[in-house]
């Protein structure tokens, strides 16, 4: 036999989830199978420039004042499925999102509505490398190394697998790296193995890390950003 809750339990458990989502970082916008706004979190409202109150109940795309926020939501409005993106917005601050609008069902699978979740790594996009005395002194032996044929440069790294390890750092697959650097993915990987193994390093994520704080962005001519 399913116990029933009692009202008081659900009143507290709401109450809970409903301080929760308030309370969040990152914004969360609901809205009915109408696309109309029913709730929006503290985040979320100071990220469009609004109040609850102004915006209950009218349509997302109406709210929306920025020109490219407003773009991104009408070509995901009319997708089924929803979509993700980073969107740089001008109002009601500059800011670079990242926004995920996904549908909602209930138990039977129809839709309901959409949340629409962003967040803002405006602070992220922003972060500006500073190099250390002992990373600049790297990344000069890496580019030594790169020009003067030398075998070996920061680390005990070849050049080619200084050139590799900053690429990495910029976000690249290993095939976009082999194109810049035209050779074939193998090699790419092959070189990423003695790149680990004479740094210790254990994840792509652990790379990045490493590139960004030793100073090699870049140090391939590249011009691709984070």
């Known amino acids: 036999m399913i116990r029933e809750t009692p009202p008081q339990e659900r009143c507290i458990s709401n109450c809970l989830v409903s301080g929760a989502l308030e309370g969040m970082c990152i914004g969360l916008v609901t809205l009915d199978v109408h696309g109309k706004i029913t709730w929006a979190n503290r985040s979320a409202l100071a990220l469009l420039g609004h ?3 102004e915006c209950e109940g009218k349509p997302l795309g109406r709210v929306l004042r920025d020109p490219q926020f ?3 939501w009408h070509e995901v ?4 499925e929803g979509g993700m993106g980073e969107v740089q917005i001008h ?6 999102l990242k926004v995920n609008a996904t549908n909602c069902v209930d138990r039977g699978g ?3 509505g959409r949340a629409v979740i962003f967040c803002d790594v405006t602070a992220e996009r922003m972060i500006q490398v500073q190099l ?6 790297r990344l000069l032996r890496a580019t030594e190394g790169a020009s003067t044929g030398s075998t070996r440069s920061a680390q005990g790294l070849t050049a080619q697998e200084v050139k590799v390890l900053g690429l990495v750092g910029e976000g690249l697959g290993n095939a976009e790296i082999a194109e ?5 993915p193998s090699t790419v990987r092959s070189h990423l193995k003695q790149v680990y193994r004479k740094t210790g390093l254990k994840t792509r994520s652990e790379a990045v890390r490493f590139a960004v704080e030793h100073g090699l962005i870049g140090s391939t001519g590249s011009t691709c950003g984070l």
């Open 51 to 53: 109040r609850l109150r």
């Open 70 to 72: 407003s773009a991104f």
């Open 77 to 80: 409005e009319s997708s089924a």
């Open 91 to 96: 109002w009601p601050r500059r800011a670079t």
């Open 110 to 112: 129809n839709r309901i």
């Open 132 to 137: 250390s005395q002992e990373a600049t002194e």
């Open 180 to 184: 810049r650097l035209f050779v074939a």
